[in-house]
């Protein structure tokens, strides 16, 4: 089944007020013009810089009379063509199961709204992981109340770390990250692999060694030492931490094509570390909100209830009742002190949408969240995956960027897992 809406009911929907296809005239320009723009707007195959609305109309007449000449053996579900000629699988849909009044297919954009670019959106996850996570050290095990809130990337925190290091959050995104890299897709003994030699070894680590590790993670990658297995998380539901969910980001953003693909292997990610049903359930409905981020889905759409990229995927595979609350919105609801910052992951996931949903730039949110304390320095790394991909790297103040330690190599991975992500979705994603 596609993963969204398909072509046709795009094309056959008139576009919301506010919306128009990229490349073609708005209707208001086509009236001014003395042309009709018919009862409907053009196909992804009419759309095309300088065409008037009459001449896409005959393109769409010929285009239905050459289908009906195919023959039978050529009849049933096909590529689509765009500029260029190269094929799109009738499988790929950048937007998924989305409100009715925003399902207007690849190429819509909202007017007013600066746009950015599918490399700008690759970097501001993974960059915006790493930034969080070095903003939240300076605040990490630190109860509400019991601080002065942070308003800059000063660094410091438990830990003594300079401006702009960062901690285990962003070393495991970095693990996984190369991984998929140099394995060439999902391998969970690599995975775990390249975790414990950042464990025993510092692998990856901004400062050159393991200095915090998470009790559930730990626990995971001892066994794995032990026994060679990859899915070492404890199922135990008193061990749902954040762990898994803080490092996701690399894995949505490599299978972003594919939205299934990469919801289940969110989910196999999770349980090499973290088995309970909620952690796994947490790292599934957020790569299902990074793959529509990545792929351009509106904030307002994102944060419907049940998003997903994969239509009927929640009825199909349901979430967690705590995990499902949390899609329903229960986050537009609430405040501090419901909203808390702890390593719980049904808490941590809460807080970052709470946070998301609350502000307009990537540096508003990822203080307001990394400012309810706790576990400040996963919350940061959680937010700043979901608001990296939404606003871009560029949104991320430049100070923070400057200051990230190994910026340069992060953003070449997220480039590289960009470029992966290209060859599948092609023009969709620039």
Partial sequence: MPDGPSADRCR???LPQGLRYRGAPAQADCEKRGKAPGPNWPSLRDLGGGRSCRRRSRARRHSAER??????RARGPRTRRRRGGALIPPSIQPFGHVPNEFAHGYCTSTLGVVRVSARDRF???LVGLAAGDALGTTLEFSPPGSFDPIDDMVGGGPFGLRAGQWTDDTSMALCLATSLLESGGFDPVDQMGRYLRWFREGYLSSTGRCFDIGGTTREALVRFERTGEPYSGPTDPMSAGNGSLMRLAPVPMFFAGDAREAIDRSADSSRTTHGAVEAVDACRYFAGLLVGALRGVDKQTLLSEHYSPVEGLWDEAP???KIAAIAEGSFKHKQPPEIRGTGYVVDSLEAVLWAFFHTEDFRKGAL???????DADTTGAIFGQIAGAHYGAESIPAEWRQRLTMGTEITAMADSLHERADRILGDFLR
Avoid at 368 to 374: A, D, E, F, P, T
């Fill in 368 to 374: 307001k969240v990394v400012n309810l304390g706790q």
């Fill in 67 to 72: 289908r009906s000449r195919r023959s039978p």
């Fill in 123 to 125: 970097r501001g996850c």
């Fill in 12 to 14: 056959d929907e008139p």
């Fill in 319 to 321: 979430l967690a009742p």
